[in-house]
């Protein structure tokens, strides 16, 4: 079955660096877009960074010129290396994938990594 399994979080300084990492299995991982999100207290969970197949990367506009995302393919991992990070990054990130079963896409999720940026 598939698993997304997420590491790397804990506490930083504002201006400090953190790399997330995400281990999948169970699917071809190499064929998959893989997605990164986070979820502040009280809010709802936002789409941090994205990256194809292909290894175009996409980043919301929060992140950009701060966060990289990048995969491993023969390790199937993505790692999420976040720098200059501001108190506004605290939250659970997540790692999340879409696999194909039959006709559809399902959605699959890590269950969470806590990132706390805090003086």
């Known amino acids: 079955q598939v698993q997304l399994v997420e590491s790397g979080g804990g506490l930083a300084q504002p201006g400090g660096s953190l790399r997330l990492s995400c281990v999948a299995s169970?699917?071809?991982?190499?064929?998959?877009?893989m997605n990164w999100y986070r979820q502040a207290p009280g809010k709802q969970r936002e789409l941090v960074a994205t990256i194809t197949s292909a290894r175009t990367t996409i980043y919301a506009d929060s992140v950009k010129g701060r966060f990289t995302l990048s995969r491993d393919n023969a390790k199937n991992t993505v790692f999420l290396q976040m720098h200059t990070l501001k108190p506004e990054d605290t939250g659970a990130y997540y790692c999340n994938t879409k696999v194909i079963s039959g006709l559809t896409y399902v959605a699959y999720w890590g269950q969470g990594t806590q990132v706390t940026v805090s003086s």
């Open positions: 169970g699917f071809t991982f190499s064929e998959y877009t």
